[in-house]
DNA sequence: TAATAATTAGAGTAATTACTCTAAATTTAA
DNA sequence: TTAAATTTAGAGTAATTACTCTAATTATTA
């Protein structure tokens, strides 16, 4: 079993990448600038990575795992409130967007820079659409959630990606991000788009 | 009263660097790329177009006008079936899109790579916002519409603007851009977002 | 301790590409 | 027809920035 040593000058370079990225224009950012805010040298910083994208690809793959790692249709299945659960699980997404809110904001920009990149984004979002294409249909078999054609069920779940994904695109398109920008995607998706679709059953649920 | 008057070369520079904006990847495209389709000089671009950014503000300019020129509250609300009115519309806006596509697709990244286009694009967006509102209160006054909660107006609104400008963004992340993804923006807000809240009166009206 | 391996600095390169400059050609005006 | 203005070509520049290379330093191991 080959251990994989964590490199701290590694660590570095992916803990400034993100700042920068997060907190100023992610294209105008060089790889000068991030070593410089490491603390280390430019070729050092090409010494644990091959290239700038690669530093991108890394960061994209952390933010994915952890999302997966909170990503758990057990939970809400086995839940006595799957509504609840949502909402909660989506508070930590919520969490997860703000930390890499740069991936959010300039997912076009990075992938039109990247095909690998793009590639990784894209197969990520497709798992996502089914599983939420699988939430819906638990929800409706549950009798959460009902009204809901289930030929629309598709488009429905790719609606959901669609805005959890890239409200944060167009909200920058005219202000910066913040955490309430965040909140206002949830909030699209429950008060639009689930809500009206509450049988009793799921009234009750989100009333408790 | 200054005439503007056509010079067919800043004409030919804007077709082409408009065809391969479209046909190939945005950030691919160099001026002399756009130079050489267009068969003329470097140099004579520059002539023309102070830079590269004003070649595609000046496309940007052309296609909001054009949206401007086919939008029209007053048809709408003039017209006895302002629903299909409006779906009529949108098969417009749709033909618009496929022929800017480059701007709708990759939106994000120009936006990133010229403050100025984003301005425009961000104070046009404002405009398209206010008047869905006010085309949707329109639709609630007539009693087509009925069930919207007065209050969620506003981001309904920002939501349907949201799925007919960035849909593309979407869709691009995983696939090219066709006139079916183009429809299915305008099947989305209809089909999700209209049709549930249609009256007794409006539903007369779709089935017309 | 000596030898080897891993890490680091930083100057320098290479490639791209937006844009400039000048002289020539063409068009327009007088 | 001649002078002036406009348009064009295309070679060349300038600036940026991702990335390389080498030599030195530090850490590891035998």
Redesign the interface.
């Known amino acids: 079993m080959k251990e994989k040593k964590i490199s701290i000058t590694k660590e570095k370079i992916k803990r400034s990448a993100i700042e920068l990225f997060n907190t100023k224009?992610?294209?105008s950012i060089t790889t000068n600038h991030i070593a410089k805010h490491a603390g280390i040298s430019s070729g050092n910083l090409y010494y644990h990575y091959k290239n700038k994208e690669e530093i991108i690809r890394e960061i994209y793959t952390e933010m994915s795992s952890t999302f997966v790692s909170f990503n758990s249709f057990e939970k809400i299945a086995t839940s006595e409130n799957p509504l609840k659960e949502l909402s909660l699980m989506f508070d930590i997404y919520g969490e997860l967007f703000w930390s890499y809110r740069f991936l959010m904001r300039?997912?076009?920009?990075l992938?039109?820079?990247d095909s690998e990149l793009?590639t990784m984004?894209?197969k990520n979002?497709?798992k996502r659409i089914s599983q939420i294409d699988g939430l819906l249909r638990y929800l409706i078999s549950q009798d959460i959630l009902e009204g809901i054609p289930n030929d629309?069920i598709p488009?429905?779940a790719k609606?959901h990606w669609?805005?959890s994904?890239?409200?944060q695109?167009?909200t920058s398109?005219?202000s910066e991000i913040t955490k309430d920008s965040i909140k206002?995607a949830k909030?699209?998706i429950f008060?639009?788009h689930i809500y009206?679709f509450l049988s009793d059953k799921g009234k009750n649920l989100v009333n408790q």
């Open positions: 224009e992610t294209l300039d997912s076009a920009v992938m039109a820079m793009k984004f894209s979002q497709e629309e488009i429905r609606l669609f805005i994904a890239y409200w695109v167009f398109s005219s206002e909030d699209i008060k639009i009206p």
